[in-house]
């Protein structure tokens, strides 16, 4: 499954943002996969914290293959000594079980989430253990599929918005204007600032100032 949207999303984001337009129309539709199961979802993001995304991606295939299905109960079933030795960190399996825990107990509400404002869901997610800020909007995106993520905190995000507006730095309050801008569809726009930060439109650079080691760098000096 990947991330629905389609002509509408486009067409407004277009006609509010003539540069982010020119990127839309030279990138054209993005493919993102989600996973629509909120548990195996929280998961997975605690799996991939601070790891590369081809080894996130072996351990969980691990994980899926010796679990079969990944819920409370097999999670709770296995414990954090049978899944450590599938790659995942000792305090990241605490992590995980903690997460299965709760919703085998009750004491996360998973299926009311689902009923709760955007602010609402961060801060329910973002309660758990080894779940940040960032980590709640990367779930309420790439699997509740709200239609209006848009994360400070991600700095290709940020990378993506200083290349397509020729910034040099996206402070909180420069943020704020375009979040209102491309409201209600920053989740699309999200993906666009994605793709532009890893390299998908030709031409575009990073305006960020350069640090004085790569100053140095560029002069020859070592």
Same mark, same amino acid.
């Given at each position: 499954?990947? *991330?629905?949207?389609g ?8 006609? /509010?943002?003539?540069? $982010?337009?020119e990127?839309?129309? &030279? ?8 996973d629509?199961?909120? *548990? ?10 601070q790891?590369?995304t081809?080894? &996130? ?18 999670? $709770? %079933?296995?414990?954090?000594?049978? $899944? ?14 903690? *997460? ?11 299926e009311?989430?689902?009923?709760k ?18 980590? +709640?909007?990367?779930?309420? $995106? ?5 239609? %209006? ?6 700095? +290709? ?31 699309? +726009? ?14 575009? /650079?990073?305006?960020?100032? /350069? ?12």
């Amino acid at each position: 499954m990947y *991330f629905e949207y389609g002509e509408k999303e486009l067409i407004y984001l277009k006609q /509010k943002d003539k540069r $982010l337009a020119e990127v839309i129309d &030279q990138v054209g539709m993005i493919e993102r996969t989600i996973d629509d199961d909120l *548990f195996s979802s929280v998961v997975h993001h605690i799996v991939g914290q601070q790891i590369s995304t081809k080894a &996130q991606a072996t351990i969980w295939q691990r994980m899926k293959d010796y679990l079969g299905t990944v819920d409370a109960d097999t999670i $709770l %079933n296995e414990g954090v000594e049978h $899944l450590q030795p599938l790659g995942i960190s000792f305090r990241k399996a605490e992590y995980i079980t903690d *997460f299965a825990e709760k919703v085998k107990d009750g004491s996360f509400d998973i299926e009311g989430i689902w009923k709760k404002s955007d602010e609402e869901a961060i801060e329910e997610l973002s309660s758990l253990k080894g779940i940040g800020v960032w980590t +709640a909007e990367m779930i309420l $995106l790439f699997c509740m599929q709200r239609p %209006n993520v848009l994360s400070f905190g991600d700095l +290709a995000i940020q990378r993506g918005m200083r290349m397509i507006y020729h910034h040099r730095k996206i402070d909180r309050k420069l943020f704020e204007k375009y979040r209102r801008r491309l409201s209600p569809y920053c989740s699309v +726009a999200s993906l666009y600032f994605w793709a532009a930060a890893g390299g998908a439109v030709p031409g575009l /650079k990073d305006h960020a100032p /350069k640090s004085g080691a790569d100053c140095k760098k560029k002069a020859g000096i070592r």
